[in-house]
């Protein structure tokens, strides 16, 4: 992470942890999942002198993106993979569990139809769709740095009982993680960060792929 300075700032009823990337080159920054609290991210924004140029959404559930909206700006687009496009402009299941639903919002910017390396402005980072606790579930890879959404905490992983999710894809996508070459800090969409040696070792939903 050479070349980007890295906040976390927790937002919303669930402790949702949602990052900014400052380059250290420029006031550009890249928010992922604000899930809520728009004031509260728009502040410490100020205090890093960055403006966000994108939003990338880990996967489409409210506690990631409640704060979409108030964090559109003409320069700040918002990316979504494509099968979790819908949540955007739809309310789902959740909606009576939560205090304010202002969706349906603006449809996303961008949207990911395939894995791979993208570029924002200075920012470079590659894209993994790892599918299970949503269809749309991905990883955005930044130099030596994962962030998972809700696919892999500390020691466990994202809920595969929700509608939309499914365990075998689950399983699937968590070994393409554990198959990464070398090692990864770990920043998840709940809980404290993690490196991906340690989850090879000790988290009990990948033990089925240590030899």
Same mark, same amino acid.
């Given at each position: 992470?050479?070349?980007?300075?890295?906040?976390?700032?927790?937002?919303?009823?669930?402790?949702?942890?949602?990052?900014?990337?400052?380059?250290?080159?420029?006031?550009?920054?890249?928010?992922?999942?604000?899930?809520?609290?728009?004031?509260?991210?728009?502040s410490?924004?100020?205090?890093?002198?960055?403006?966000?140029?994108?939003?990338?959404?880990?996967?489409?559930?409210?506690?990631h993106?409640?704060?979409?909206?108030?964090?559109?700006? +003409?320069?700040? =687009?918002? &990316? /979504?993979?494509e099968?979790d496009?819908?949540?955007?402009?739809?309310?789902?299941?959740?909606? !009576?569990?939560?205090?304010?639903?202002?969706?349906?919002?603006?449809?996303?910017?961008?949207?990911?139809?395939?894995?791979?390396?993208?570029?924002?402005?200075?920012?470079?980072?590659?894209?993994?769709?790892?599918?299970?606790?949503?269809?749309?579930?991905?990883?955005?890879?930044?130099?030596?740095?994962?962030?998972?959404?809700? +696919?892999?905490? =500390?020691? &466990? /992983?994202g809920?595969?009982?929700?509608?939309?999710?499914?365990?075998?894809?689950?399983?699937? !996508?968590?070994?393409?993680?554990?198959?990464l070459?070398?090692?990864?800090?770990?920043y998840?969409?709940?809980?404290?960060?993690?490196?991906?040696?340690?989850?090879?070792?000790?988290?009990?939903?990948?033990?089925?792929?240590?030899?």
């Amino acid at each position: 992470m050479n070349d980007y300075i890295l906040r976390t700032v927790k937002v919303g009823f669930m402790n949702t942890n949602c990052y900014i990337l400052k380059s250290k080159t420029s006031e550009n920054a890249i928010v992922i999942d604000p899930g809520e609290d728009a004031i509260k991210i728009k502040s410490v924004l100020r205090d890093m002198d960055a403006k966000c140029i994108l939003i990338l959404l880990t996967h489409g559930h409210f506690d990631h993106i409640l704060g979409v909206e108030n964090m559109r700006t +003409t320069r700040a =687009k918002v &990316a /979504i993979h494509e099968l979790d496009a819908h949540s955007l402009t739809e309310k789902d299941v959740f909606s !009576s569990i939560i205090p304010k639903d202002d969706r349906p919002f603006a449809p996303a910017d961008i949207l990911f139809t395939e894995e791979g390396d993208y570029k924002a402005e200075e920012f470079t980072f590659s894209l993994i769709h790892t599918p299970g606790h949503t269809e749309g579930s991905v990883c955005y890879v930044f130099d030596d740095i994962i962030f998972t959404g809700d +696919t892999l905490f =500390k020691n &466990a /992983i994202g809920r595969t009982d929700f509608s939309g999710s499914d365990p075998e894809k689950m399983i699937r !996508s968590l070994k393409r993680l554990y198959d990464l070459p070398g090692d990864y800090g770990i920043y998840p969409g709940h809980e404290e960060k993690t490196v991906l040696s340690d989850e090879r070792k000790y988290n009990p939903y990948m033990k089925m792929f240590r030899n």
